[in-house]
């Protein structure tokens, strides 16, 4: 079992940035890639972000590509989300998701088998 946990979020100016974090736990050797989720009011679950665990690839949604960055610290079991020049638009709910083995895309939601509670982004204009 993992369990991951989201934290940073928080109400932040239009223009500004904000850093997420997810810590993972449990039997973390079991991790294949961690990825970020959103969902705003009314809207379904989207894909935001996803870094393979070996850190050697990373995915980005093209409405957050090339403001947005994702890292991970192996040796923390953490993953990082740097959001810079936030939108009223990136207003959600972040959600933390880690994948135990390839099951698909990393852009899916269906791919990944742990899930954390999320954390509130409100970003005013």
């Known amino acids: 079992q993992v369990q991951v946990e989201e934290s940073g979020g928080r109400l932040v100016q239009a223009g500004g940035s904000l850093r997420l974090s997810c810590a993972a736990s449990?039997?973390?050797?079991?991790?294949?890639?961690m990825g970020w989720f959103r969902q705003a009011p009314g809207k379904e679950r989207e894909f935001v972000s996803a870094i393979a665990w070996d850190g050697h690839s990373t995915y980005y949604a093209d409405s957050v590509k090339g403001r947005f960055t994702i890292s991970r610290d192996n040796a923390k079991n953490t993953e990082y989300l740097q959001m810079d020049s936030l939108k009223p638009e990136d207003t959600a709910v972040y959600y933390c998701?880690?994948?135990?083995?390839?099951?698909?895309?990393?852009?899916?939601?269906?791919?990944?088998?742990?899930w954390g509670q999320g954390t509130q982004v409100t970003v005013s204009s």
């Open positions: 998701a880690a994948a135990r083995t390839y099951s698909g895309p990393l852009t899916r939601a269906t791919s990944y088998f742990y």
């Open positions: 449990g039997r973390t050797a079991s991790i294949y890639a």
